[in-house]
């Protein structure tokens, strides 16, 4: 009798024990993780196309296409170019990879990473783009990789723009001062492949206030260019920074707004005026 209840405690122990085993058994057959994992990566970032130049009646939002808000674009500083995206309001997001290709140099390569603060910002310098091997003449492509803290990531669409060869600013020189009694010609050096060239006066540092285009065809010969400002009075200013845009392969079948997909933008020279 003593051997019997021995017996049925012994098989009492390994029932319960098995028991208590069985949910933890199941988990593991099942493959089942037993805590949360984040796998959901934050939302594409949304990089903005070249929209237009400034000059171009052309309205964004409501508001005339300018040098703020065109998307990818050429600067005057260098031969560098800037991209642009729509505000990233995916908190999820943590920052961003930017990958820059070309069409001699086909392979992406990693060219920068940009802290949330950074993205913030909505828009990068790709101030490095001139060292690049043939930079002028190239169509560059750009794409962003979108991170998470868990390494989640997702892309970008692509946006492209081919740069060409800076207009060489000639007359007035810089900083030179000029009698508003007087006609006003501006002069450049021909340049590249350009089809196009814009004048371009701005007041109050930044403001866009009057350009004219400069169309090249077969019987221009001269390589260097000149407008004379015919643009509204400019009496109420002591200033006016100038510059020169260039454009080539304007597409007026896909883009009736004649919104050119390759271009350039000279160096600005701040111009005196004088009563």
């Avoid at 021995?6 to 208590?20: D, E, P, Q, V």
């Avoid at 500083?77 to 309001?89: A, E, F, G, S």
Wanted: overall charge negative; glycine content about 6%.
């Amino acid at each position: 009798m003593k051997m019997g209840n021995n017996k049925i405690l012994r098989l009492t122990w390994l029932f319960l024990s098995l028991t208590a085993l069985l949910p933890l058994l199941l988990v593991s057959c099942s493959g089942k993780e037993t805590f949360a994992v984040d796998t959901t990566p934050p939302l594409p970032v949304i990089l903005i196309p070249h929209l237009g130049d400034t000059g171009d009646n052309i309205l964004v939002g409501g508001v005339l296409v300018n040098d703020t808000n065109n998307g990818i674009d050429t600067v005057p500083d260098n031969d560098w170019i800037r991209l642009q995206w729509q505000t990233v309001i995916d908190p999820d997001l943590s920052y961003l990879k930017i990958f820059r290709y070309g069409d001699y140099a086909p392979t992406p390569v990693d060219i920068d990473s940009l802290s949330r603060a950074q993205v913030n910002l909505n828009e990068y310098l790709d101030n490095r783009l001139h060292q690049q091997s043939n930079v002028i003449g190239q169509t560059w492509y750009y794409y962003i990789q979108g991170y998470d803290l868990a390494g989640n990531y997702s892309v970008s669409d692509t946006v492209s723009y081919k740069l060409l060869e800076k207009p060489l600013l000639l007359s007035p020189g810089p900083n030179a001062t000029v009698s508003l009694t007087e006609p006003i010609d501006f002069q450049w050096w021909r340049t590249g492949d350009s089809i196009e060239f814009r004048l371009l006066v701005f007041v109050n540092d930044d403001q866009y206030f009057w350009h004219s285009d400069f169309f090249v065809d077969s019987d221009v010969e001269d390589d260097i260019l000149t407008l004379t400002y015919s643009g509204p009075s400019l009496d109420n200013f002591a200033n006016i920074v100038w510059r020169v845009d260039s454009f080539a392969d304007i597409d007026h079948e896909l883009h009736p707004e004649g919104i050119a997909m390759s271009g350039a933008e000279s160096n600005e020279r701040v111009l005196y005026l004088t009563p």
